[in-house]
């Protein structure tokens, strides 16, 4: 869902210099800072905007003799700027609209207090609304500027100036080699002895950085926010130059796709949905259209005494309750019919007349699997008198973008060869419950574990070999301990136990020894059967250390000792740290 204001995305640090300050000084921050402007300020209010595309400007104009000039005779006069608390659609609309790169974010009084870039609105308005933009060429622009490898440094610089592009594409046979952008003229003019009459070859970046034409638009976005670019070039099947695909376009497929619809709908929320809830029978063939087909959202309408009376399509996919059955019926009903709890819209409603409105989520089964769906309740008043008249329902099926984000938790915090936590989870639940123990005023204990002569296994029967011992061991400890302990792979062959509320030193020995001897049986892997032995430190808070760091530390060295132990018996030891 798209964030409300744009004091939720905008770069808060602003690199600002005065109108005296001198182009060379405000280039080398552009550099040192690895930003793409400054901030052109006086008494903190933004007079002007020095770009990228300014410093490749100058150059081609005067070559490199204006770096003594005051930034105040060469900067961009006009500087587009939005309130902080203004919405993203503002933003977004200046940006589309006016085909600029920055906007300057400004408070209440009107003093410079942070940038937005396309890149921020691209990053923060979700590529999932690409899903209608199937392929690169639906988005790419087809007018490229290329440029020989052997072309004079200079002439290329004069040639982004006149053509008012950010990069050219360095090419031969239409084979790209490399790219030359407003950010490499800036860095170069930044450095020191630079030879602008070398070739464009030896200052180009490279390798180029492709998508096919054939390739999704999402995946091509994907592949410009992992690489940090705001361009890939596309080719052909034979790996030729047809067009690039930019930032810009990616705005363009963005305003063509989603925001010309919303726009529509915001411009008209008030003039259509009063039609819509006090004249149904005059609504208009326009807005149903919109409402029913033109977005994948879910709207349902109601009036002041929650009838519903309108009721699209998207609602009937999401909620699988078909219109027949919703209309002219009372939310309440939906909410009986579906076994909901009715307190939880009297909540809503109270918090509505608060705050105009309500955000919640929540999930639902459909064919057996989860479907997660975010919603927002509005009150809509009338026009004239601010009388309420209804309410409007918007829900969104969120479930792909759930399990990514679930996806990205798991491969964050959970080991990907034995699913068990990492060592970034343990730490986070170490730290926990150290502070728990000492609320708490109780005592825990901290095992640290390894196999013996793990290496020797891995030289023996291969990696594979050993990483399926890994598996077994994690799946064996996760079926053997209670649902408040942690089992942890640390990497490599060492894991850890967190064991809450175990105070006594008998009842620490007595779980070791349960854990050693679940994991003692034998390990079948394939033809082979493997006597694994393994060594295990006991450390106790706050005995043995009264932060994270030091309880690790006394637990790792009682696991060395056991180990020591074990060379002398060939057997899987415990040690207390001491």
């Not at 000084?25 to 930003?35: D, N, V, Y």
């Not at 400004?106 to 003093?111: F, L, M």
Request: hydrophobic share 40%; glycine share 6%.
């Amino acid at each position: 869902m798209l964030k409300e204001s744009i004091q939720d995305i905008y770069c808060d640090q602003v690199v600002s210099v005065a109108p005296d300050a001198l182009m060379g000084a405000a280039i080398s921050l552009m550099r040192e800072h690895s930003i793409s402007c400054v901030v052109v300020t006086e008494d903190k209010k933004p007079i002007g905007i020095l770009t990228e595309r300014d410093v490749v400007r100058c150059i081609a104009e005067f070559g490199t003799g204006f770096m003594d000039r005051p930034i105040g005779e060469l900067h961009t006069k006009h500087v587009f700027t939005v309130n902080q608390r203004s919405h993203i659609i503002e933003a977004f609309e200046a940006i589309a609209d006016n085909q600029i790169r920055h906007i300057v974010v400004v408070n209440d009084k009107g003093e410079a207090v942070g940038v937005t870039t396309q890149s921020d609105l691209l990053e923060h308005l979700g590529y999932e609304y690409f899903v209608r933009v199937k392929t690169v060429d639906q988005v790419m622009n087809k007018q490229v500027f290329t440029i020989s490898e052997n072309a004079v440094l200079m002439e290329a610089t004069r040639e982004m100036a006149e053509r008012s592009v950010s990069f050219l594409i360095v090419c031969e046979d239409n084979t790209p080699r490399g790219v030359l952008t407003e950010r490499d003229v800036a860095r170069l003019a930044a450095g020191k002895g630079v030879a602008w009459d070398c070739p464009v070859k030896e200052v180009m970046s490279a390798p180029v950085h492709t998508a096919h034409r054939h390739d999704s638009a999402y995946d091509a976005s994907e592949r410009m926010r992992e690489k940090g670019i705001r361009r890939l070039v596309v080719v052909d099947d034979h790996g030729k130059t047809i067009g690039v695909i930019t930032q810009t376009d990616m705005i363009r497929g963005l305003e063509s796709q989603y925001i010309d619809t919303m726009k529509t709908i915001i411009r008209q929320q008030g003039k259509e949905l009063d039609r819509v809830i006090q004249r149904l029978s005059e609504k208009t063939l326009y807005l149903d259209s919109i409402l029913s087909s033109s977005i994948d959202m879910g709207i349902i309408a109601t009036d002041a005494n929650l009838k519903i009376v309108y009721y699209n399509p998207a609602a009937e996919a999401i909620l699988d309750v078909p219109a027949c059955r919703a209309l002219n019926r009372k939310i309440h009903d939906i909410h009986e019919s579906e076994s909901i709890d009715t307190g939880r819209l009297q909540q809503a409603l109270r918090i509505i007349h608060e705050k105009h409105f309500h955000t919640f989520q929540f999930t639902r089964q459909r064919d057996g699997k989860t479907v997660h769906v975010q919603g927002r309740l509005s009150a809509i008043k009338g026009q004239h008198n601010g009388d309420l008249i209804g309410y409007v329902l918007m829900l969104q099926d969120v479930t792909e973008q759930h399990n990514a984000e679930e996806t990205i938790r798991n491969l964050a915090f959970y080991d990907m060869l034995t699913g068990l936590p990492n060592r970034a989870l343990f730490y986070e639940r170490l730290y926990a419950e150290i502070a728990r123990s000492r609320r708490n005023n109780s005592r825990f204990c901290l095992m640290i574990m390894d196999i013996d002569q793990f290496k020797k296994i891995n030289d023996t029967y291969g990696h594979h070999t050993g990483d399926n011992v890994l598996k077994e061991v994690g799946r064996r400890l996760a079926m053997l301990l209670r649902g408040t302990d942690t089992a942890a792979r640390l990497g490599g062959d060492e894991f850890a136990f967190i064991l809450p509320d175990v105070e006594e030193q008998s009842a620490m020995m007595r779980l070791a020894n349960k854990i050693l001897h679940a994991l003692d049986k034998p390990v079948v892997i394939n033809d082979h059967t493997l006597n694994v032995r393994y060594s295990l430190g006991i450390g106790v808070f706050p005995d043995h250390g009264i932060d994270a760091e030091a309880l690790y530390i006394c637990s790792d060295e009682a696991m060395y000792k056991a180990k020591d132990l074990g060379r002398e018996n060939s057997r899987s030891n415990v040690f207390f740290a001491d």
